[in-house]
């Protein structure tokens, strides 16, 4: 009976019990050599427009060659306002029908992005939308252990006091969140249970607002506060993120952090440059994706643009985890 259960991990992801109260998923490596291959992107879901297509194609393409486990997707699923609900044909005509490559047809792990708590927050979380894309795992915060890397998804939107405070002409889906501060509290407590707990070669959070960015919106002052303390203690290596609308990477001057922005998945362009005090190690304000290769002593990272050309790659080796 064991070897249906394995098959039933490596082609669904289950979600088992862990100590901490993060949901955790499995995803153990099926490569021989027992690695790891992902994409990331985030900031797409505009049915196709302002380049998502031609993301989308090299995405394909460069996930083909790197035989990809999964994607993780860092938010801002669909604009502007999210889905309106289980049915919103905006899930099939951004998604769907856009990601069509037989690269991409694996596990989309996905957070919720602001945008997306705009609109009916709780659909993206469905068990409707998986049902209409296997792909689709969406949920607020939890886990992918990879075996070789635990994959820590944060669910940032709360933490920004100005959506509660200041939402201007929006309205936000706060359903399952609010009180804020308890909703906060719980989940850094769960955060830092999980983290100290992972025997993981690499430990990687991934949140849809930056730490650290030098585009429009800049550091996230709640997650620099609250969230980034957390991250330096317990060894993080890599923090994925989008929100800002283009590619970034960049060294934390006081740890082994690395901040990685990929919100490049459509809209971009915005002409905007704000350096903060950690050390920028390329920024490219326009489209693209990110790709991630792990081993149990190498990660790899490489950025492209909408040709698919690499626009910076950056590595790291380390000692196997004993």
Known sequence: MAAPIMLLLVVVPLVVAAAAELPRLEHPPTKEDRSLALLAVGDWGRRGQFNQSLVAEQMGIIGEKMDIDFVVNVGDNFYKNGLTGVDDKTFEESFTNIYTAKSLQKPWYTILGNHDYRGDALAQLSPVLRNLDSRWICMKSFVVNAEVADFFFVDTTPFVLKYWNEPKDSTYDWRGVAPRETYIANLLKDLTCGLKQSKATWKIVVGHHAIRSVSEHGD???????????????????????????????????????????????????????????????????????????????????????????????????????
Not at 233 to 248: Q, R, T
Not at 270 to 293: A, C, H, V
């Open 220 to 322: 996230t002052q709640e997650l620099v506060q609250q969230l980034l303390p957390i991250l330096k203690a317990n060894g993080v290596d890599l923090y994925i993120n989008g929100h800002d609308h283009c590619l970034e990477h960049i060294s934390s001057r006081d740890s082994p952090l690395q901040y990685l922005t990929s919100g490049g998945g459509s809209k971009a362009w915005r002409g905007i440059f704000t350096p903060n005090t950690d050390k920028l190690e390329f920024f490219y304000d326009g489209q693209g994706f990110m790709s991630l290769r792990l081993t149990n002593t190498e990660a790899r990272v490489a950025f492209y643009d909408v040709a698919g050309t690499v626009l910076h790659s950056w590595g790291l080796t380390k000692g196997a985890y004993y």
